[in-house]
């Protein structure tokens, strides 16, 4: 399951984001599967309208969204790479998620005190990145000298060494791991490391109600530094989901209309979330269930239906595929076979965005 991690400094709203994004995913779809496994993780569904269209379609008795954890991370201080605050608690949960979520301070309140004493994105975001920058160079080094002592008996350690050679002077200049260009070979070496600068990111600048369709001066500092990264920006109010969640779910559209905006920030973060890591969305559906799997783009059959499960993939003959469009503008499988547009996809197929499969393996 996709896992993304909430970051902040204390007091930029990180929390109140988590807690109010959490509550609305629940809200948003009760008939889905949600739950909380402990106070700082949330299990979301991810919101898809094509759901419900192929659950009528198919008589479908249960319907089963793709689900992401959110994992609200404790509040970094300036030496959290060092243990202060909770930064030990803190670098064992970043190291366990896919994607960076990484909420900035965008608003004025004086009733909320900076721990700095002012709002400055620049300056909160270099400081979180600096600790994790830091907490990388520890582990990097540490496994550098440990992966020379195995290349004595070990001669495939020498890519992890290349690999840890090309990022440990990028790191030590203060820039992000992810900045480097590695070969498969090497990225792959590190996975295990669970290098934190070598995630993807994504800044969520939160903003007060009356900026969430512009933004402001401060969502434009972030928008700069994120550029120079090629990260990914979202736009966001803890505020506003907190009082969608007061709001029935009839009236949360029109809120978001009058704001000017067209959705939540749930939606959005898990949009930039799903761009970000290059995923992407297969469907089954039948008169038991109507279900949505996530992929990584560029899937072949096989690898799909593994998704699923190891055997479908062993045994992977082929797949009746059908665009979800051809399938909705027909409005049944059988109809849609007629004309043509169910295709019989060999082991070779690359699996399309909204595709609707059924799977034909030996066991």
């Given at each position: 399951?996709?896992?993304?991690?909430?970051?902040?400094?204390?007091?930029?709203?990180?929390?109140?984001?988590?807690?109010?994004?959490?509550?609305?995913?629940?809200?948003?779809?009760?008939?889905?599967?949600?739950?909380?496994?402990?106070?700082?993780?949330?299990?979301?569904?991810?919101?898809?309208?094509?759901?419900?269209?192929?659950?009528?379609?198919?008589?479908?008795?249960?319907?089963?969204?793709?689900?992401?954890?959110f994992v609200d991370i404790a509040g970094l201080v300036k030496g959290a790479s060092k243990g202060e605050?909770?930064?030990?608690?803190?670098?064992?949960?970043?190291?366990?998620?896919?994607?960076?979520?990484?909420?900035?301070r965008c608003f004025d309140n004086d009733d909320i005190i900076h721990v700095s004493g002012s709002v400055d994105p620049g300056r909160d975001i270099e400081v979180i990145n600096l600790e994790l920058i830091y907490a990388d160079i520890a582990s990097a080094e540490k496994r550098l000298e440990r992966a020379r002592k195995e290349l004595r008996t070990k001669k495939e350690a020498q890519i992890e060494i290349d690999a840890l050679e090309k990022l440990l002077p990028v790191l030590n200049e203060g820039k992000a791991a992810r900045s480097v260009a590695l070969t498969e070979d090497e990225a792959f070496s590190l996975k295990g490391l669970g290098l934190m600068t070598l995630k993807p990111i994504i800044y969520a600048a939160n903003v007060n109600e009356g900026d969430?369709?512009?933004?402001?001066?401060?969502?434009?500092?972030?928008?700069?530094?994120?550029?120079?990264?090629?990260?990914?920006?979202?736009?966001?109010?803890?505020?506003?989901?907190?009082?969608?969640?007061?709001?029935?779910?009839?009236?949360?559209?029109?809120?978001?209309?009058?704001?000017?905006?067209?959705?939540?920030?749930?939606?959005?973060?898990?949009?930039?979330?799903?761009?970000?890591?290059?995923?992407?969305?297969?469907?089954?559906?039948?008169?038991?269930?109507?279900?949505?799997?996530?992929?990584?783009?560029?899937?072949?059959?096989?690898?799909?239906?593994?998704?699923?499960?190891?055997?479908?993939?062993?045994?992977?003959?082929?797949?009746?595929?059908?665009?979800?469009?051809?399938?909705v503008e027909n409005g049944s499988m059988a109809a849609a076979k007629a004309k043509g547009l169910v295709r019989s996809e060999g082991k070779e197929y690359v699996v399309q965005e909204g595709d609707v499969m059924h799977f034909l393996f030996n066991v």
């Open positions: 399951m996709l896992r993304a991690g909430n970051v902040g400094l204390p007091n930029v709203g990180k929390s109140t984001l988590f807690n109010a994004v959490v509550a609305n995913a629940q809200a948003q779809a009760a008939n889905f599967p949600f739950c909380t496994i402990e106070p700082n993780v949330g299990m979301v569904t991810v919101p898809d309208e094509r759901l419900e269209v192929l659950a009528k379609i198919s008589g479908s008795e249960v319907i089963l969204p793709a689900r992401m954890e605050g909770l930064g030990n608690q803190f670098l064992a949960n970043i190291r366990e998620v896919d994607c960076i979520v990484h909420v900035v969430l369709a512009s933004g402001n001066a401060y969502t434009e500092q972030v928008r700069k530094i994120a550029a120079a990264e090629n990260a990914q920006v979202v736009v966001i109010s803890a505020q506003v989901e907190s009082e969608l969640i007061e709001l029935p779910e009839a009236d949360r559209q029109e809120f978001l209309e009058s704001l000017g905006v067209t959705e939540g920030g749930l939606k959005s973060l898990i949009r930039t979330t799903y761009d970000l890591l290059g995923l992407q969305t297969y469907f089954t559906t039948g008169p038991k269930e109507t279900r949505a799997w996530t992929i990584t783009k560029g899937m072949k059959g096989p690898q799909a239906a593994g998704v699923i499960h190891s055997d479908f993939e062993r045994g992977y003959i082929r797949a009746e595929t059908v665009a979800y469009k051809d399938l």
